[in-house]
């Protein structure tokens, strides 16, 4: 499922969910927006990749060795960055 059908589906949920514990919505539903555009290990995450797959001679384990690391910097920076813009409270 592309990044943006699963936020679609997800984000709803999150934010009722959010309402119902009592933290800032717009926080949840920016941690969804932002976790659903972490798609960088796989070539799947996005239309491009799989068109330059081939051409570009590219393999499945190149999008693993560039996609795992990026992915691990953006969640931490995400972690931290987050609450500082859309506090929980």
């Known amino acids: 499922m592309k990044g943006a059908a699963v936020?679609?589906?997800?984000?709803?949920?999150?934010i009722t969910a959010a309402q119902q514990i009592g933290v800032d919505p717009r926080a949840i539903a920016m941690g969804v927006a932002l976790a659903t555009s972490l798609?960088?290990?796989?070539?799947l995450g996005h239309p491009v990749n799989i068109l330059m797959i081939g051409p570009?001679?590219?393999?499945?384990?190149d999008f693993f060795k560039v996609g795992l690391p990026l992915t691990i910097i953006l969640f931490v920076v995400i972690l931290v960055v987050l609450p500082v813009f859309w506090p929980l409270r």
């Open 56 to 61: 570009a001679g590219y393999r499945f384990r």
């Open 7 to 14: 936020s679609a589906v997800v984000a709803p949920i999150a």
């Open 39 to 43: 798609a960088f290990i796989t070539p």
